[in-house]
């Protein structure tokens, strides 16, 4: 067959070599993993060679027996109630807000997040017990996602306008961190609910480590719900709510 080049084609240009050397660049920011302080390591060398590992994961698990008696009179059995603060299911708070984060924020798939808290983190899970976790993780979330979801229509987006998530990311600290946050109470978890423009977003300027911010999604309620009704009307062609507003 003929060449697929074409006999009067103008050669390519030689590759010229950059006279930049390898590696950083002068005034750039320098990108390296930060020493941490020798009275926290555990062995201490002349020489300083630090080497990162994560630490063997297990669950804590703390059982509460509850002592019951029976009336030698009336045969009536009584038994003692389970402290307040105890959680009345087998999942911990911080359990639930982290199988909320990986079902939401990451969106994972709740077969994809039992089987990541049973392989990594060595904590028994199947589907079942991962939707048990997102119902009162949806609950704590939802008096934020509610005062967001009726305050942005209101909102005028003119020229140089911040959203009121963007007015929250540039003027509060007061970020939730979701691995510590308590979901037994809504007032406790006030962490922001985004919308999926919002989502969008690619920017991550001011994103700390650890820490979810408002602009960003941190729990979506929508994601976390069962029926999930926006993916529903995009599967049927029927648009949604916000997107016929």
Request: hydrophobic letters at 30%.
């Amino acid at each position: 067959p003929p060449s697929t080049r074409h006999p009067h084609a103008k050669p390519a240009p030689p590759n010229r070599k950059s006279k930049k050397k390898r590696g950083g660049q002068p005034g750039h920011t320098k990108h390296e993993r930060p020493l941490i302080p020798t009275d926290q390591c555990d062995d201490v060398e002349p020489l300083r060679h630090q080497v990162w590992e994560l630490p063997e994961i297990k669950p804590l698990v703390t059982e509460y027996q509850r002592h019951r008696l029976r009336c030698p009179r009336c045969g009536e059995t009584t038994c003692a109630d389970l402290p307040a603060t105890v959680p009345r299911g087998q999942s911990g708070p911080r359990l639930i807000a982290f199988a909320a984060l990986l079902m939401a924020y990451f969106r994972q798939s709740k077969r994809r997040t039992a089987l990541f808290l049973d392989a990594l983190l060595n904590q028994p899970c199947c589907p079942s017990p991962a939707v048990k976790m997102q119902t009162p993780a949806t609950a704590a979330l939802r008096p934020a996602y509610e005062e967001l979801a009726a305050e942005l229509p209101n909102q005028g987006r003119g020229k140089g306008a911040f959203s009121p998530l963007e007015r929250l990311s540039q003027g509060r600290d007061q970020l939730g961190r979701v691995a510590t946050s308590d979901c037994s109470g809504a007032s406790r978890s006030r962490t922001a609910v985004a919308s999926r423009r919002d989502q969008r977003q690619p920017s991550n300027a001011g994103h700390v480590p650890g820490v979810v911010r408002p602009s960003r999604v941190a729990l979506d309620v929508r994601a976390m719900s069962e029926s999930g009704a926006d993916e529903q009307c995009e599967r049927a062609g029927v648009a949604s709510r916000g997107d016929s507003a």
